[in-house]
């Protein structure tokens, strides 16, 4: 029965839970034989929880018999380890935390376990910075399609939990591109929501609007399930209000074609594998045989990289100083320089920064005003060799620093704007995603045209299990 279970998607696993046909216990049960099977080959999980998890469960099992509802009911789902589960050891991939256990759960996961989440245990994911899942305290998450290759990052372990069906949900985080660019190299789905949507953990500099939290699911009715159950008002973060919108739930429910929509696969001046680019010209025809009027066209985005790389020296700074003194030596190189960079750039460069930000913002919502959307890849590259931290080269073109590979995530963490990643298909056998941009606050947008892209191209959602080299998944769609 356990097999049925974990290739459920998480929104029929919920009727389920609602019928009384399954009970949230099983689930979890369900669920730790998964993990059991598979953590070998992809170390995506590396701390759980499963008794806590299971006391949980039993509670969710009471409460919905005894006719209490809730938004998830008792689904599992999987937390990032830099986030806290109260009881649960959170290190956030850094030996400078690697002994520490969370009082309480923090004020994210705190909503989505008020909201019937059963949390199974915690993610693994960068150290401190980049998009390559590794660290120092639970090594390295492989990539479920090929476990030679990257899984991308910095939500690795939540993408690859999905993928291989030990979760049925996943909370992950983005400041550059951490819930869009796993979900890419996984063919799962993810959502960097409007900063505000989401209440935040504690953060250093509670006013950011760069850092944000987010949903990852299989498919796109499930990453909206899941959206519902974070979103509304926390006092602990400034930055949230009430939520007065219907379900998000009900927008992914219907599928809607818009009637324009723009382009661009390198945002005019970013190197791009030959293999995206050959998934985006699909992803158009595609488009164009639907009668959507397409522009090739993005906002001009030159500067960009440079106010991100300077916006995110000073967040770092903001945020790692206080433990300089004692841990220096604990932090990976990258993460040092943008610490530095912080430390040391000049108050007008920051200014700069700042004021090239808020013109990116103004050019992003003109842009949008008239296309209503706008799609690229969400990554540069496909998935590369594991032991490969960063990218130094991609297309001929030579790479300055760690993060000049995501820079077609990165770009649009500056403007506020939320982001869904949707996977379009396969290249020999490893997965292709894309990014599609709206509005502020228009998730509900995001969810119909993603709905509808996933329809279109229906692709197979059915957990994998993990594999050394890169046959053609079946039952899915090759471009």
Same mark, same amino acid.
């Given at each position: 029965?356990?097999?049925?279970?974990?290739?459920?998607?998480?929104?029929?696993?919920?009727?389920?839970?609602?019928?009384?046909?399954?009970?949230?216990?099983?689930?979890?049960?369900?669920?730790?034989?998964?993990?059991?099977?598979?953590?070998?080959?992809?170390? *995506?999980?590396?701390?759980?929880?499963?008794?806590? &998890?299971?006391?949980?469960?039993?509670?969710?099992?009471?409460?919905?018999?005894?006719?209490?509802?809730?938004?998830?009911?008792?689904?599992?789902?999987?937390?990032?380890?830099?986030?806290?589960?109260?009881?649960?050891?959170?290190?956030?991939?850094?030996?400078?935390?690697?002994?520490?256990?969370?009082?309480?759960?923090?004020?994210?996961?705190?909503?989505?376990?008020?909201?019937?989440?059963?949390?199974?245990?915690?993610?693994?994911?960068?150290?401190?910075?980049?998009?390559?899942?590794?660290?120092?305290?639970?090594?390295?998450?492989?990539?479920?399609?090929?476990?030679?290759?990257?899984?991308?990052?910095?939500?690795?372990? *939540?993408?690859? *939990?999905?993928?291989?069906?030990?979760?049925?949900?996943?909370?992950?985080?983005?400041?550059?591109?951490?819930?869009?660019?796993?979900?890419?190299?996984?063919?799962?789905?993810?959502?960097?929501?409007?900063?505000?949507?989401?209440?935040?953990?504690?953060?250093?500099?509670?006013?950011?609007?760069?850092?944000?939290?987010?949903?990852? *699911?299989?498919?796109?009715?499930?990453?909206?399930?899941?959206?519902?159950?974070?979103?509304?008002?926390?006092?602990?973060?400034?930055?949230?209000?009430?939520?007065?919108?219907?379900?998000?739930?009900?927008?992914?429910?219907?599928?809607?074609?818009?009637?324009?929509?723009?382009?661009?696969?390198?945002?005019?001046?970013?190197?791009?594998?030959?293999?995206?680019?050959?998934?985006?010209?699909?992803?158009?025809?595609? +488009?164009?045989? !639907?009668?959507?009027?397409?522009?090739?066209?993005?906002?001009?985005?030159?500067?960009?990289?440079?106010?991100?790389?300077?916006?995110?020296?000073?967040?770092?700074?903001?945020?790692?100083?206080?433990?300089?003194?004692?841990?220096?030596?604990? +932090?990976?190189?990258?993460?040092?320089?943008?610490?530095?960079?912080?430390?040391?750039?000049?108050?007008?460069?920051?200014? &700069?920064?700042?004021?090239?930000?808020?013109?990116?913002?103004?050019?992003?919502?003109?842009?949008?005003?008239?296309?209503?959307?706008?799609?690229?890849?969400a990554t540069q590259a496909m998935p590369f060799p594991v032991e490969t931290l +960063?990218?130094?080269?991609?297309?001929?073109?030579?790479?300055?620093?760690?993060?000049?590979?995501?820079?077609?995530?990165?770009?649009?963490?500056?403007?506020?704007?939320?982001?869904?990643?949707?996977?379009?298909? +396969?290249?020999?056998?490893?997965?292709?995603?894309?990014?599609?941009?709206?509005?502020?606050?228009?998730?509900?947008?995001?969810?119909?045209?993603?709905?509808?892209?996933?329809?279109?191209? !229906?692709?197979?959602?059915?957990?994998?299990?993990?594999?050394?080299?890169?046959?053609?998944?079946?039952?899915?769609?090759?471009?």
């Amino acid at each position: 029965m356990f097999e049925d279970l974990i290739k459920l998607g998480a929104l029929a696993a919920h009727r389920l839970l609602v019928s009384g046909e399954v009970t949230s216990v099983e689930l979890v049960d369900a669920a730790a034989r998964r993990i059991a099977t598979v953590e070998p080959a992809v170390n *995506a999980l590396p701390t759980l929880c499963l008794e806590r &998890a299971r006391a949980q469960a039993q509670a969710a099992d009471r409460a919905r018999q005894a006719g209490q509802k809730t938004l998830l009911g008792g689904l599992p789902i999987v937390v990032k380890d830099n986030n806290d589960v109260g009881g649960v050891r959170t290190t956030g991939g850094t030996p400078i935390f690697k002994t520490r256990i969370a009082e309480v759960s923090d004020r994210t996961v705190a909503k989505l376990e008020s909201n019937g989440a059963i949390v199974l245990g915690k993610s693994n994911l960068s150290e401190l910075g980049g998009a390559q899942t590794t660290n120092a305290v639970h090594g390295t998450t492989r990539n479920p399609y090929d476990t030679r290759l990257t899984c991308g990052g910095s939500s690795g372990g *939540a993408a690859v *939990a999905l993928a291989t069906g030990e979760t049925w949900l996943a909370h992950g985080n983005d400041l550059g591109g951490s819930l869009r660019i796993p979900a890419a190299f996984c063919n799962v789905t993810g959502l960097r929501p409007t900063p505000g949507r989401v209440p935040r953990k504690r953060l250093a500099n509670p006013f950011d609007t760069m850092a944000v939290e987010g949903p990852m *699911a299989r498919d796109v009715n499930d990453l909206a399930l899941m959206f519902d159950a974070m979103i509304g008002f926390d006092p602990g973060d400034p930055l949230t209000s009430p939520n007065s919108e219907p379900p998000f739930l009900d927008a992914a429910a219907s599928p809607h074609k818009p009637d324009r929509l723009a382009v661009s696969v390198d945002l005019g001046e970013l190197p791009i594998g030959g293999d995206i680019r050959i998934a985006m010209a699909e992803l158009v025809r595609l +488009f164009e045989r !639907a009668g959507i009027a397409v522009a090739t066209d993005s906002p001009d985005v030159a500067g960009a990289m440079q106010a991100f790389l300077a916006l995110r020296g000073s967040s770092f700074l903001t945020a790692w100083d206080p433990f300089m003194a004692e841990h220096r030596s604990q +932090f990976p190189k990258p993460v040092m320089e943008d610490i530095e960079r912080g430390r040391h750039q000049a108050g007008a460069a920051l200014a &700069a920064a700042e004021r090239y930000r808020a013109e990116l913002f103004r050019r992003t919502i003109d842009f949008l005003d008239t296309h209503r959307f706008l799609i690229c890849p969400a990554t540069q590259a496909m998935p590369f060799p594991v032991e490969t931290l +960063f990218l130094s080269e991609l297309e001929g073109c030579k790479l300055s620093n760690y993060l000049d590979w995501i820079s077609i995530t990165a770009i649009w963490s500056l403007t506020g704007c939320p982001a869904i990643s949707v996977p379009v298909g +396969f290249s020999k056998g490893l997965p292709i995603g894309i990014q599609i941009l709206a509005h502020p606050r228009r998730e509900a947008d995001l969810f119909h045209l993603a709905a509808w892209i996933e329809r279109e191209i !229906a692709l197979s959602h059915v957990p994998i299990d993990p594999r050394s080299s890169t046959p053609a998944p079946p039952g899915t769609m090759a471009l």
